[in-house]
Structures are given as C-alpha cells and as structure tokens.
C-alpha cells in the first residue's frame, strides 16, 4: 500500500518520483507547517529549546 | 562517490548499488540505478522533474541585519539544581543573582518598538532555573498581554520541572509551551541533575511531570544523552509518563566541571560524552523506538533537514534578541552573563540607562552573520549536509577549537553520518 502522501505524478522508463513521506517519528520543520527558524523556541540552539508550536 | 552529494537543492545518496535522489525543498524523492552525473540524460530527466533546483533564498547568507524577531529573557543566574554538566554553571539560588523586573519590562518595551513582525516571541530560559522568577514572569505576562495591540503572543518557558503545581498550572491556563529538561530514569536523572544541596530530584521532577501529562497538555523534554546510557529504556520511561516529545542532544563536555572533570571520559559522576558513533547508533537505535511508542524525536541539527537554514543558531545570528540578567545582550543561549568567559564572542550589546535602551553592536552581528558556508566556514561550503546544520553551533565550536568561525568536528561527524541515514528512512517511507 502506498503512503498517503506518496503520489506517482511522473513515471519513465527509468524513473518515478514520488512525494516523500517522512518518518513520523522525527521532527523536521517543513515550509508552511512549522514555526519560522527564527522561533525563540529554536531547537536548532542545540540547548533546551523544543519549540512546542509545531502543529 | 562519498556516502552523499549535494547537488544544488538535492541530496544523492549511494543505497547499495542503487542511488536515492531526494530534493528536501521540494520534498521529492526518486531512486535510480545509475549515479545521476550531471550533463547525463538522466540528471536531465530529474531536472525536468523537480530536481536539482537553485536553493531556497531563505539558506542563503545575509550581508544586512534587519533587526530582532524574538526575545529572550535569562532571568536568573540561580537554580535549585546542581547538574553535572550544567552549560551556565548556575550557582545556588539567592538574592541578587536575577534580572530586576524593571529590565525586563523595559526589554520588552525596547524589543516591541523594534519588532517588524506580527507575532510576538517571547521565551524564559535559564543560566539558571527561570520558574524561580514566578512573580517576574507575571508581570512580564501582563505587560505584554496589556500592549500586544492584536498580535499573536507565543510564550515557552524552559525550566527543569521542579516549579510549584500551582505555578504550572497558570503556565498551562495561558497556553505556555513548556519544555522541562530532564534526562530519564531516576537513576540516569539523579546522577546528572541531583538538588543543588545533593539529593534526588527524580521524584519532584517525575511528579511534575504526571501532573501536566495529566492536565491533558503537551508538555516536551530534553534529554542530554551521556555515553554508555540506555536510549531505549530512557524512552519507554518517558513514554510510560505519557511524554511524546523528547529533545535528544549528546552531553557536551563544556560545563561546570569541565576544568575538574572533562566529562570526555567517565570520571567521578560517571558521566560522559558519546564516543565516535555512538552517538549515531543511539540516535539511529532511538527513532526506531520511538517509532514503536509514538514519541517524536527532536534534535537541532535534524530539525532543519526538510526546511534548511542559513544559520544554525537564532541567536548567533541577531535573530533572537537574548537578554542576559545583568542587561547584556547576548548572542548565545550558553552566554548567560557578561562575565562568561566567551562574553567577548557574544555580548552584542547592553541595556544603557542614559539612551534608555540597548546599545546594539551591530557591526559585531554582521561579523556573526560571516558564519555560513558562504561566508568564512569554508570547510562546509561543499558539505552536502550544509543546509543542514548551517555550520553547527558557534559556541561549541568555539569552545572545542578557540575560534568562533570553526565547526565542532564531533557534532559534524553526526551529521554527516546522519544525514544519509535519514534518507534512506525516508526511502522506505516513501516505498521507493
């Protein structure tokens, strides 16, 4: 079964691409679905920062 | 080729004899029986289809400074903790040692006069325990809850689970995020972050702990990952908490007792940091767990995968403005006063009482904002995990090697290793 996210939208001889499903089980700030990067929140400070605002 | 190449926005990644062609920007992904080499008419047939596309403006480096978008207040350089590899080397809580409530209010003043954008940022952080200044983080609630002029207000607080239940829960009414550091089972807990007179704190924290899993309310963790300790069963004592949101970082050995205890190898509190690729295995070993309890990993270089960044650090880059307890402004959330021994790389300015506001050094933020792969971090320039990490932090690299624009090997060597890893997960995922 194909993920939900996963559609074949261009399919060759050699090569199909797909919309990529990520691993749920990271966090990743992704365009449009999480705070900016300049969140005070910023994880990426490496230092007791999760941002709580992802959804 | 190595075990992945960057080719404008999209990664390469060798799988056996086969090769994943993934574009994070674009979210994208293909794999493909021969190395796509450019000029190839395969590389073309990618193109067309999305691939190897001119990166996003948003990772590119910043010649001009525009001014703060969030704010940070370290309130208190006192804490009721005494953990071992405590970045702040935050003393015993006692008078004297806070941020007065009238710099905060005025910080506030000065970061809302400034402020271009139209959410409000606001968080309460450490170089010591913030929960400690219930009544400062009161009013600075209601000062900017009476002046938001409807903008969205964002508040987290990062605190180390000992507050009061009562205090909690007025965090929990007004929607804070809340963010406790807590490093797992009592065993773990107790070794690395006992009271500040000695003594667990396991049982206060986990107690805390409970009460907001119980409210119903999200409530995330960061763990320091030391070597040789567990990750599967840290994570299935979190998840038997209710916790579905664990920050994962290694220990690093910059701290309180670096001077006595290098924490490089395990000394008198056997703690110490991840050895070579431990840390990757642990990593590695820890999604698959947490894929199994329904927790949701978090860690900063991976944070940035999909989306990219021109700098690692908001702070380090005069996005975050980080007001210190003493009216410092401080490019780093490890610099919690003007007195830290790395002031000199990250002070950024100072609360002047004649101007009535901060003295910002903004030649000296531009300078910051050299720290890119496009600027002085040549060595990342070519990296393929550079939208990654952006270089890594500034003050663990310049802690391990003296210079402010350097990386931290270590940290970098995790990434590089990761990177390729994560695509592969994503590979399978995406059922390619």
Same mark, same amino acid.
């Given at each position: 079964?194909? !993920?939900?996210?996963?559609?074949?939208?261009?399919?060759?001889?050699?090569?199909?691409?797909?919309?990529?499903?990520?691993?749920?089980?990271?966090?990743?700030?992704?365009?449009?679905?999480?705070? *900016?990067? *300049?969140? !005070?929140?910023?994880?990426?400070?490496? *230092?007791?920062?999760?941002?709580?605002? *992802?959804? | 080729?190595?075990?992945?190449?960057?080719?404008?926005?999209?990664?390469?990644?060798?799988?056996?004899? %086969?090769?994943?062609?993934?574009?994070?920007?674009?979210?994208?992904?293909?794999?493909?029986?021969?190395?796509?080499?450019?000029?190839?008419?395969?590389?073309?047939?990618?193109?067309?289809?999305?691939?190897?596309?001119?990166?996003?403006?948003?990772?590119?480096?910043?010649?001009?400074?525009?001014?703060?978008?969030?704010? %940070?207040?370290?309130? %208190?350089?006192?804490?009721?903790?005494?953990?071992?590899?405590?970045?702040?080397?935050?003393?015993?809580?006692?008078?004297?040692?806070?941020?007065?409530? /009238?710099? =905060?209010?005025?910080?506030?003043?000065?970061?809302?006069?400034?402020?271009?954008? /139209?959410?409000?940022?606001?968080?309460?952080?450490?170089?010591?325990?913030?929960?400690?200044?219930?009544?400062?983080?009161?009013?600075?609630? #209601?000062?900017?809850?009476?002046?938001?002029?409807?903008?969205? =207000?964002?508040?987290?607080?990062?605190?180390?689970?000992?507050? &009061?239940?009562?205090?909690?829960?007025?965090?929990?009414?007004?929607?804070?995020?809340? +963010?406790?550091?807590?490093?797992? &089972?009592?065993?773990?807990?107790? $070794?690395?972050? &006992?009271?500040?007179?000695?003594? @667990? #704190?396991?049982?206060?924290?986990?107690? +805390?702990?409970?009460?907001?899993?119980?409210?119903?309310?999200?409530?995330?963790?960061?763990?320091?990952?030391?070597?040789?300790?567990?990750?599967?069963?840290?994570?299935?004592?979190?998840? #038997?908490?209710?916790?579905?949101?664990?920050?994962?970082?290694?220990?690093?050995?910059?701290?309180?007792?670096?001077? @006595?205890?290098?924490?490089?190898?395990?000394?008198?509190?056997?703690?110490?940091?991840?050895?070579? $690729?431990?840390?990757?295995?642990?990593?590695?070993? =820890?999604?698959?767990?947490?894929?199994?309890?329904?927790?949701?990993?978090?860690?900063?270089?991976?944070?940035?995968?999909?989306?990219?960044?021109?700098?690692?650090?908001?702070?380090?880059?005069?996005?975050?403005?980080?007001?210190?307890?003493?009216?410092?402004?401080?490019?780093?959330?490890?610099?919690?006063?003007?007195?830290?021994?790395?002031?000199?790389?990250?002070?950024?300015?100072?609360?002047? +009482?004649?101007?009535?506001?901060?003295?910002?050094?903004?030649?000296?933020?531009?300078?910051?904002?050299?720290?890119?792969?496009?600027?002085?971090?040549?060595?990342?320039?070519?990296?393929? @995990?550079?939208?990654?990490?952006?270089?890594?932090?500034?003050?663990?690299?310049?802690?391990? %090697?003296?210079?402010?624009?350097?990386?931290?090997?270590?940290?970098?060597?995790?990434?590089? =290793?990761?990177? &390729?890893?994560?695509?592969? $997960?994503?590979?399978?995922?995406?059922?390619?």
């Amino acid at each position: 079964m194909e !993920p939900k996210n996963a559609v074949v939208f261009q399919q060759t001889a050699t090569v199909v691409v797909k919309k990529a499903a990520l691993p749920k089980e990271v966090f990743f700030r992704v365009n449009g679905a999480t705070p *900016d990067a *300049d969140c !005070p929140a910023n994880v990426s400070c490496g *230092d007791d920062c999760t941002c709580g605002n *992802d959804s | 080729m190595s075990s992945a190449i960057l080719d404008q926005d999209t990664l390469v990644v060798m799988d056996e004899k %086969t090769f994943i062609v993934f574009s994070p920007f674009q979210q994208n992904i293909a794999r493909v029986s021969s190395n796509p080499l450019e000029d190839s008419d395969l590389y073309e047939q990618l193109r067309q289809n999305g691939f190897f596309q001119e990166p996003p403006q948003h990772i590119q480096i910043q010649r001009e400074w525009s001014g703060f978008t969030s704010l %940070t207040l370290f309130l %208190t350089r006192g804490c009721n903790l005494g953990c071992r590899y405590c970045y702040a080397k935050a003393k015993p809580y006692a008078p004297g040692m806070s941020m007065p409530i /009238d710099l =905060a209010t005025s910080s506030i003043d000065w970061f809302l006069r400034q402020l271009k954008k /139209d959410t409000i940022r606001l968080t309460f952080h450490g170089g010591g325990e913030p929960t400690l200044e219930e009544q400062t983080i009161k009013t600075v609630y #209601s000062n900017v809850e009476s002046r938001r002029d409807g903008k969205d =207000a964002r508040y987290l607080i990062t605190s180390n689970g000992t507050a &009061p239940k009562s205090f909690l829960s007025w965090m929990m009414d007004r929607k804070f995020s809340i +963010n406790f550091s807590v490093d797992g &089972p009592p065993d773990i807990q107790d $070794r690395n972050r &006992p009271l500040v007179g000695g003594g @667990a #704190s396991s049982q206060v924290v986990e107690d +805390n702990i409970r009460y907001v899993v119980n409210y119903g309310y999200p409530l995330s963790v960061r763990m320091t990952f030391s070597e040789g300790d567990d990750i599967e069963r840290t994570l299935r004592y979190f998840a #038997s908490l209710g916790i579905k949101r664990v920050h994962l970082e290694p220990l690093f050995p910059y701290g309180r007792e670096y001077d @006595a205890n290098s924490l490089k190898s395990a000394g008198e509190h056997g703690i110490s940091q991840p050895k070579g $690729r431990e840390l990757l295995t642990g990593f590695l070993s =820890a999604m698959d767990v947490a894929k199994q309890l329904d927790i949701k990993l978090y860690n900063g270089h991976l944070a940035h995968f999909m989306k990219g960044t021109a700098y690692f650090c908001g702070a380090a880059s005069g996005r975050s403005m980080m007001v210190t307890h003493d009216g410092f402004l401080s490019g780093c959330i490890e610099v919690t006063d003007g007195k830290e021994v790395a002031a000199d790389h990250f002070i950024i300015g100072k609360w002047d +009482n004649q101007v009535d506001g901060f003295i910002v050094d903004e030649e000296k933020i531009v300078t910051m904002m050299t720290r890119h792969p496009d600027g002085i971090l040549e060595a990342c320039k070519d990296c393929f @995990a550079r939208f990654t990490c952006s270089g890594g932090c500034a003050i663990k690299a310049l802690h391990r %090697t003296g210079s402010f624009f350097s990386k931290d090997n270590s940290y970098c060597a995790f990434t590089r =290793a990761i990177v &390729p890893e994560v695509v592969k $997960r994503i590979a399978v995922e995406s059922k390619i």
